[in-house]
């Protein structure tokens, strides 16, 4: 029996969202899973570094602004 993550794999740099928790809707940046592969640190717009389980994170819908041109 397999046991697949339906978690995204994540990259550094891949813009996200919040997608669950109490603060669904944060734009940010992955920067890295945690020791505990269940959670991830990722970079939040106002720049703050902010740890969030990675099962709540999805690609984000639109560019960032300012993060690429």
């Known amino acids: 029996m397999s ?8 990259r550094e740099g891949d813009e996200i969202v919040l997608a669950g928790g109490s ?3 944060t734009l ?7 020791e505990d592969t269940n959670w991830a ?3 939040e717009r106002n720049g703050a570094i ?3 389980p990675v099962i709540w994170l999805a690609y984000g819908a639109k560019p960032i602004p300012g ?3």
Do not use: E, M, Y
């Open 3 to 10: 046991t697949q993550s339906t978690v995204p794999a994540f």
């Open 23 to 25: 603060n669904q809707g």
């Open 28 to 34: 940010g940046i992955f920067l890295r899973l945690k």
């Open 41 to 43: 640190d990722i970079r």
């Open 50 to 52: 902010r740890s969030h």
């Open 67 to 69: 993060s690429a041109n």
